[in-house]
C-alpha cells in the first residue's frame, strides 16, 4: 500500500447529509483512505437510507460502534413532514403507516442509548479566535417565566422499591387507564410535571400585554421538538392566544412576534441580542435560570474569553425530558404515580393539561459521575455541577453519587479532581461570566443542550468544538456538535458544485480524535503521531489566517485574513500537515 500508515483496527464511518456530507467525503479521502491503509466500516445514516431500511440503518450503526469501538459520526438531517412526503413518494414500498421510529426520528439519542454513552462537548482550543462579545450592560432585556406549575410544583422522589412505575388516569368512565409503564430500580429519581393550561393562558396573555404596554418584541422559548406533548402543547395555546388576541396590535405596533427552541434563544442571548426585548420562557426552572442570567450580564456584560469550555452531558439513561412520557390530558380526570404497586401520588388534571413523567437511572447517573471524574483528573479540569438539591429529591440521587464515587476514588488512592457544586443558574453564570481556564461543566439533558449552544456562541461557530460520546465499556464515538448546514448546501447545488462554503473544522478535529483513540489502543504510535499533526495542522491554519467565512472577522490578526472556501481551507491544511 505504499507509504500508507498501517493501521490494525477498523473505524466506524457514519454517513449524514446535506454539505457536512460534501465535506465528510472530502476529508476521508484527502486525510484517512490516501495515508492510511485502515478498513472502514462505512454505514450510511442519511435521512434518505434511515427512511428506506425503515431504522434499520441506526440498528446496524449501534451494532457496529458496540462492536469496534470506535468510530466517527457526521450530522444528518430530521425529516419534516414535507420532506417525509417526498421520501415515502420515492419509496413506494415503505409503509408509511408502519414507520419505525429510527425512521424519521434523529438518531442521536438512539445511538447514545443504544452505547449506553453520554456526551462531552468540548471547544477546541484555537489560539488566535476572537469573538466580539455584544455590549450588554444597560441593555433593555426582560425574561418572564410562569410561577407556577411545571418542574418546580412537581412530585419527585427517589423510587422506594424496584419495579414497575405506572402512570394512571381515571376520568369520567371511573375506570382506572395505564398511560404508561416503565421498569424502575429502588433509588432511581422519578418526576411528574404538570401545568394548568388555564394558568398557560393567563400567563401568555399577561406576557403579551406587557410587550404591548411596554413596546418591546417578543421571544418565546420552549423545547416543542423533543417534548411535544408538554412544551408543543404549551406553544400551541400560547400562539393561539396571540393570533387571536394579540397580533394584530403587535403588529399595528411594529413588533415583532418570534417563536425559538429554548437552546437557540439562550444562545441568541448572549451572542446577538435586540436593544429592547421581551423574552418569554414558560418553563419556570428554565425561565429563571436566564432571568438570572439577564440581571447578571445587564450589570457585568460578557467578559472577554481566554477559558475553554467543555460541557458533559448525562444521556446514556434516556433520562430527564429527553427520555420522557409526555402527553395532555384526554378529558377531566385524576393522574395517578403507582411504584411496584404502590400509589405514590395523585393529582387532579383537566382536558388538555400538559402531563409529563419522567425518571433516571442511578446506575447511569453513577456511571456518567465517574466518566466526569475520569475525565476531569486526565485533562486536570475543574469540575461546576449544577443541582436543585434544596427542594429536588430528583437531583439529591446526582449528589448522593457524587459523594459515593470520591469514596471509591479515595479507596483506589485516586483523588478525585477540584469540583463544586452549585445551583444550575449559578453554574450558568459562571460558564459565561467568570469562567476558570480549564473547566468542566456537567448538566443533564435539557441543560446540556441550552449550556452547549451558549458555549458555541460564545465561541462563534459551532464549528469550533468537538463532540465525543463515551460509554462506560469504552466504546467512543467523535462527532462535529453542528448540524448539515442546509442553507451552504442548497448554494453548493445551485452552483454546480463551484460554491463550497463550509467550516470543517469540528469535523477534522472529531477524525484527528478518533484516530489518535485508536493508535493509542492498538500501541501504534505513527498513527497517534499523524493524528496529533493533523490537529495540529488544524489549529495552525487557523493561526495563519486561513479561515472559513464564518469566522470572518473573528480572528486576533485581521490583518493576515485570508477567507476560503471548504477546498482551499482543506487544501491549505494538507500544506501543513
Known sequence: MGNKIPVESPLVILHGDEMAQVAFEALLKTFVTSRLDIKLKEIDLSAENRLATNGQAVTEAIEAIREYGVGIKNAGITVNRSQLEELLKKYPDVDGDALDPLATKSPNGAIRKGIGGNITREDIQFRNLRVRRPDWI????????????????????????????????????????????????????????????ADVRDWSRQFFQHAIDEKRDIYLGLKDTVIPGYDGAMRSVIEEVYKDEYRDRVEALGLKFHYELIDAQAARLVSNPPERALWGVPDNTTGRKLFKLVDQLKRYGIPDRNAHVSISRMSAGGGDQYGSFNAPAREDGIVKVVVDGEERHARHVRKGDPMLLMSNDRGAIKDWVSQVFRDASRKDKEVYFGLKREYMEYDEVFSNVITEVRRELAKEDTPPPSFMIMRPSRQLIKMITDPPRNALYPSQNLDGDIFSDISAALGGSLATASSIIESKDGAMLFEAPHGTAHDLYLKYRESGGKEAHFNPSALIYALGNALETLGHRDGNRELTDYAGRLKKALKDTVADGVITADLKGKITNPESEKVVDLYGFIEALQERL
Open 138 to 197: 444597560g441593555r433593555d432585556i426582560k425574561v418572564m417565566t410562569m410561577d407556577n406549575g411545571g418542574i418546580k410544583d412537581s412530585f419527585n422522589e427517589l423510587a422506594r422499591a424496584t419495579g414497575i412505575i405506572k402512570l394512571m388516569f381515571v376520568g369520567s368512565s371511573g375506570d382506572p387507564e395505564e398511560l404508561h409503564r416503565r421498569e424502575i430500580n429502588k433509588g432511581d429519581p422519578l418526576l411528574l410535571a404538570t401545568n394548568d393550561m
